[in-house]
């Protein structure tokens, strides 16, 4: 009887540590998962930045350069002179705008002079002035024990949530709501078209695996609900200190 017990005690224990050696390699795998999401996240935004540059603002500072060759050419009237000045005016002006459009899609200066209560208020109402959706934000959050790096966490999470409800769930309504202290939770919801959730459990986009990964880095947890027809929910939670 005491050897069965024996016998019974250790393969019971070797299933409940094999379980838990199956629960680790499920985590490693999962953050694996999340860093390589983070990863191809960083890639495709250096690519987007750079097509930016090239394309846009290289472009048009390669036209000023032939604007201020002409400048040199002899013979010009006033009129001329008058008329390729303007260009290269209009041309460094457009250059400077699409310069700080890319400064601000790195790091919204807002976020930085005034942190992320200010940063989201005005996110919203840039989408609110589109008129084709009403973002409606409220806080009961300071965020002061937050760092520069995690509020940016928070305010892309919310960026890709309110672009997901737009593009993908063509949204008109978007509440959204932050309130905690020291731990601090987001309830996101939108009327959108929604979705099946067991589909998107199995298959999941780049941009909520964005979303996954800032959630690892900001040591939270992230849930989200919905249904075709019924609009979706997410509701997401971080340490605040």
Known sequence: MGTILLLFFYFSKKKVIKKELEK???ELLHQKELLQATLLVQEEERMRIA???HDDISSKLNVVA???HLLTTEGLNNDEVTEITNNITSLVNKALENSRKIAHDLLPPVLEKFGLNAALEELCLEYNSSKTVTVEF????????LDSTKQLHVFRIIQELINNSIRHGHATNIQI???GDDLVACTYSDNGKGFDIKNVKTKKGLGMQNIESRIFFLDGSITTTSAIGKGTTTLFNFKCV
């Not at 409220?138 to 024990?145: I, L, R, T």
């Open 66 to 68: 032939l604007n201020s």
């Open 51 to 53: 097509r930016d540059l």
């Open 177 to 179: 709501s932050f309130w």
């Open 138 to 145: 409220e806080s009961k959050c300071n965020f002061k024990g």
């Open 24 to 26: 680790k390699d499920m």
